[in-house]
């Protein structure tokens, strides 16, 4: 059971991403629109995230430290009904042809989940869609109040993708299965 009546307690369990490929393709011209300030070198970010995800590690356990890409790609293939349902929201909200769905779900699970998170399939040299970079921001993608989860609403359009992968998450992957009927939207 998951339970939460503090927000000073000890941290037991968190969701982190690694920032990915997607933060490289932001550009001078793109980067306000995707939400960021300034550019950033990918590799210095990475090195950080690695140390940042040691420090929770040191205080939650590592196998208490979950990355949204390796959930994502764990969820992915196991309902394929919501699968089915979050890859055609998707396709929609990114304003791709309907052709897209059927590319996107040829894809296996774990390239899929990148894809989905970078808009970028490198094995077929393809941007479908703009990156996600602020979904390295995970800390305001659901809070946890008592016993639900609540899926916090993104109010700029760069981070709707962030919403549907969370939502997605959070409904088929059994580390969230004590929310069942217990998710807010």
Not at 44 to 60: D, G, N, P, R, S
Not at 76 to 102: C, H, N, Q, T, W
């Amino acid at each position: 059971m998951i339970q939460v009546d503090s927000e000073i307690n000890k941290l037991l369990k968190v969701l982190v991403h690694t920032p990915d490929v997607g933060i490289e393709r932001i550009t001078p011209k793109r980067a306000e629109e995707l939400l960021f300030d300034d550019i950033v070198y990918l590799p210095k970010m990475q090195e950080e995230h690695e140390t940042f995800k040691a420090v929770l590690a040191a205080f939650a356990g590592k196998e208490n430290v979950y990355e949204m890409q390796k959930l994502l790609h764990e969820s992915l293939g196991m309902d394929e009904a919501l699968k089915k349902d979050a890859l055609e929201r998707i396709v929609d909200f990114e304003e791709l042809p309907k052709s897209a769905y059927a590319q996107l779900n040829a894809l296996d699970d774990k390239k899929l989940a990148e894809v989905l998170i970078t808009g970028y399939d490198n094995q077929a040299d393809h941007i479908l869609f703009d990156p996600i970079p602020n979904f390295i921001f995970t800390r305001d993608i659901a809070v946890v109040v008592k016993d639900h989860i609540i899926v916090t609403k993104a109010s700029k359009e760069a981070r709707q993708r962030e919403n549907i992968l969370t939502r997605f998450i959070f409904a088929v992957h059994p580390l969230f299965s004590v929310f069942k009927d217990k998710t807010i939207n």
